[in-house]
């Protein structure tokens, strides 16, 4: 299958400090590229769809300008977490959709651990 | 929003075949996905189904039927190490975007 890398794999950060988390496709172009959440024991949380080229989507109840998404080139997604606070502290996984051929699906990165002090 | 069933949980027996299904609303229906996901890691990706019908990949199969909204995922000669969260998402179109929904996951275990 495709690959897709998260950096950094984890993150420890005070209260009040943002956080940059990258999304990379290796070996695919990625239009679509997505932002989960996840905390213990839950299912994955839909954030955001990020569309090179273009502004994210938003899903309900997803502060905008508090999780900037920007997804610059066709391999590159980024999710900054602005003033982060303890709340924030989950798991972060990305995905990005393989449209290659007859493929039409979709890869995770390996996630991040996000911990705000 | 679009509902996603599967059961929260199942338990097997190491060499015995397990079949976890998953229900959802069939409207704007896209793709339905299955995923693997351990404690502390992200989903690996198992299978994908768009047509009806049944796909092998070796010890793993998928099956979709369309008109039921209904799919499975079939595990054979179970090894501990398939003790896992196991994911079905749904990928929906919807004012063209096409947006992937996950169910809450079944948490297989297996014993020896």
């Known amino acids: 299958g495709a690959v897709v890398s998260q950096h950094p794999s984890w993150v420890i950060c005070k209260s009040g400090t943002s956080v940059k988390i990258e999304c990379r496709s290796l070996?695919?172009?990625?239009?679509?590229m997505f932002w989960y959440r996840q905390f213990p024991k839950q299912s994955l949380m839909l954030m955001a769809t990020s569309n090179e080229g273009s502004k994210a989507t938003y899903e309900q109840g997803v502060e905008k300008d508090k999780f900037l998404i920007n997804h610059a080139s066709l391999t590159l997604s980024t999710l900054t977490v602005t003033s982060a606070h303890p709340e924030d502290s989950s798991f972060y996984i990305c995905s990005a959709r393989d449209r290659r051929g007859r493929t039409d699906t979709q890869y995770f990165g390996p996630g991040t651990r996000l911990t705000v002090l | 929003g679009q509902n996603i069933d599967q059961p929260t949980e199942m338990t097997a027996t190491e060499g015995a075949i397990v079949q976890i299904n998953c229900t959802y609303q069939?409207?704007?229906?896209?793709?339905l996905f299955w995923y693997q996901q351990h404690a502390g890691e992200a989903p690996t990706f198992l299978s994908y189904?768009?047509?009806?019908g049944l796909e092998e990949k070796g010890r793993f199969s998928s099956f979709l039927s369309r008109s039921k909204g209904y799919s499975y995922l079939l595990l054979k000669e179970l090894q501990m190490k398939d003790s896992a969260s196991y994911l079905c998402?749904?990928?929906?179109?919807?004012?063209?975007?096409?947006?992937?929904?996950f169910g809450r996951g079944t948490s297989l275990i297996v014993h020896p």
């Open positions: 069939t409207s704007g229906f896209n793709g």
């Open positions: 070996d695919f172009q990625a239009t679509t």
């Open positions: 189904n768009v047509l009806d």
């Open positions: 998402a749904v990928r929906y179109s919807s004012g063209g975007s096409f947006i992937p929904t």
